[in-house]
């Protein structure tokens, strides 16, 4: 059912910039398990490379050693097309094949790239690593793309949902997915 729509997306990717049509990182998962993570690529090839480039423009802070994420708002390594495929997370739908694959579940903590993983493996909040990795969760639909959101929120929210989550509680993320998707912020 999806085919014509991963054809199209994939299409406009190779006509758009240079590059594979997927990009295929090593995350950390459930149990810190590495595995290879799916998505569109949004942003133009290479884009890993440039990470010491830009880091004086991460929204987390500029220390290296002190800060655990990366984000860059308005982040210009994002291709136009990449963009449009971000704003409505259709980058998101490779990661179907991880789900599938049995590295990720549809609910969870995000799963993270290994420089940000390497960072949180000290005291409770390693905690977030006992839950599974997932498309979306607890994050997502309280926080996605807000500005105003500190990296010890997102790691309290990860480890909420890694003591608290529930079958219902899984629901709940899944219906509350729907409303974040259609979010006027750029992630």
Do not use: H
């Amino acid at each position: 059912i999806l085919s014509p729509v991963l054809l199209l997306i994939a299409l406009i990717i190779k006509l758009e910039s240079k590059g594979p049509v997927f990009y295929i990182s090593k995350r950390a998962g459930a149990g810190y398990k590495i595995f290879d993570f799916y998505k569109f690529r949004s942003m133009r090839a290479g884009a890993d490379q440039e990470l010491k480039k830009f880091a004086a423009l991460n929204q987390y802070g500029m220390d290296e050693s002190d800060t655990v994420f990366f984000k860059i708002k308005d982040d210009p390594r994002i291709t136009k097309f990449g963009m449009f495929l971000r704003k409505t997370s259709l980058d998101e739908i490779p990661q179907l094949l991880n789900v599938l694959k049995g590295d990720m579940s549809l609910v969870g903590n995000r799963p993270l790239p290994l420089y940000e993983a390497e960072k949180l493996t000290k005291d409770q909040i390693a905690w977030r690593f006992l839950a599974p990795a997932g498309l979306t969760g607890l994050w997502q639909i309280t926080k996605r793309g807000k500005d105003d959101m500190s990296p010890e929120e997102r790691i309290q929210l990860d480890m909420e949902y890694a003591m608290n989550n529930s079958f219902l509680g899984d629901m709940k993320i899944i219906f509350k997915t729907f409303p974040a998707l259609l979010q006027k912020e750029k992630v």
